[in-house]
């Protein structure tokens, strides 16, 4: 059972405007949520990072949301920018237990920024 | 520069053939990990160490085997008994005092079965 899930496989956008992608869990343990991207034949690059007692963390062009009653959180990129297109990997992990800093990945959404 | 070199980059494997894919890091990272991608699929983990001379099973360990004998390596064996190991290896760490921090990863090596 997916304990990290991104519903969406793929998404285009035009370059310039907004990029959101989202992300649901379903276990109530994670605190801890990051987005990585990744390139074909790359290993993934972290991009940003939120932690549970929060609900908003931005760097730069990327804010991170987190809804906890929701259990869901979601990535905004603004403004998009064709060098963004990418596969992006949303990740939980738990602080605390004997998994304490394990990944749990979803699957990931293509995401490509049209010029 | 500091970094995770995952070596090599492109591996090929006989049936009946073990392999052993390697991952260093000079982060000077405790807890260091290997995870599988399939086409399609997020990132699932195969094994992990927090610390030298121990490592523990992920969710998918089945056919694989590690050790940790120095921080900084991590080496990952595909045994005969993976019955199906093409797919992109990924190595990764992290370190393990104060807050958390996410993990760091290498450029990855894809095995294919000739």
């Known amino acids: 059972d997916q304990q990290v899930k991104q519903n969406s496989p793929s998404l285009s956008v035009q370059e310039g405007r907004i990029s959101i992608l989202n992300c649901d869990y379903t276990n109530s343990m994670f605190d801890y949520f990051l987005w990585y991207k990744k390139y074909p034949a790359e290993g993934p690059t972290f991009l940003i990072s939120i932690s549970s007692i929060k609900d908003k963390n931005e760097d730069g062009r990327f804010t991170v949301f987190l809804n906890k009653s929701a259990k869901h959180l979601s990535l905004h990129i603004v403004p998009s920018q064709p060098g963004d297109s990418a596969v992006y990997f949303c990740?939980?992990?738990?602080?605390?237990?004997?998994?304490?800093?394990?990944?749990?990945f979803g699957k990931g959404t293509k995401l490509s920024v049209k010029p | 520069d500091g970094g995770i070199t995952q070596s090599p980059k492109y591996l090929f494997r006989k049936e009946g053939q073990n392999v052993t894919l390697s991952c260093e890091q000079n982060?000077?990272?405790?807890?260091m990990y290997w995870y599988r991608q399939d086409p399609g699929q997020g990132l699932r983990l195969i094994y992990y160490s927090q610390i030298v001379n121990d490592f523990q099973k992920g969710d998918i360990a089945e056919g694989y085997s590690v050790s940790r004998e120095k921080k900084e390596s991590f080496p990952l064996t595909v045994t005969s008994a993976q019955k199906n190991p093409t797919a992109f290896y990924l190595c990764?760490?992290?370190?393990?005092?104060?807050?958390?921090?996410?993990?760091?990863f290498g450029d990855g090596t894809r095995l294919s079965i000739l």
């Open positions: 982060l000077n990272h405790d807890a």
């Open positions: 990740a939980a992990s738990a602080s605390y237990g004997g998994s304490q800093g394990n990944l749990i």
């Open positions: 990764a760490s992290r370190p393990t005092q104060g807050r958390i921090e996410p993990q760091h």
